[in-house]
Nanobody
Framework: QLQLVESGGGLVQPGGSLRLSCAAS????????IGWFRQAPGKEREGVSC???????HYPDSVKGRFTISRDNAKNTVYLQMNSLKPEDTAVYYC???????????????????WGQGTQVTVSS
């Protein structure tokens, strides 16, 4: 059974950076697409980024140019580097995984089978 554990969240000032990690156990991630999602208080969960098994990535306009997703299959871990953070980036961040043979990663959360417990990111001065 695949288990995902996020880490790296915390409190950061506007303009700062954080790197989130999503560590997998139980199954190798080589053939999985991984997505990062976030949910702010009172808002619906939204997609932040995704990466396919071949390394293709997707970002919504809200984070494009600021966030970078990457994967290290040897460590069975996916990362989300977040730069130029804004207060509106404050949310609980979740990673999710799904076996996915296609080149383009799925952007809809309904496609994902496995979820981590989330890590809090707070951007505030």
């Amino acid at each position: 059974q695949l288990q995902l554990v996020e880490s790296g969240g915390g409190l950061v000032q506007p303009g700062g950076s954080l790197r989130l990690s999503c560590a997998a156990s139980g199954v190798t991630l080589d053939y999985y697409a991984i997505g990062w999602f976030r949910q702010a208080p009172g808002k619906e969960r939204e997609g932040v980024s995704c990466i396919s098994s071949s390394g293709d990535t997707h970002y919504p306009d809200s984070v494009k140019g600021r966030f970078t997703i990457s994967r290290d299959n040897a460590k069975n871990t996916v990362y989300l580097q977040m730069n130029s953070l804004k207060p509106e980036d404050t949310a609980v961040y979740y990673c999710a995984a799904v076996p996915w043979p296609l080149r383009l990663c799925p952007v809809e959360q309904v496609e994902y089978d496995y979820w981590g417990q989330g890590t809090q990111v707070t951007v505030s001065s």
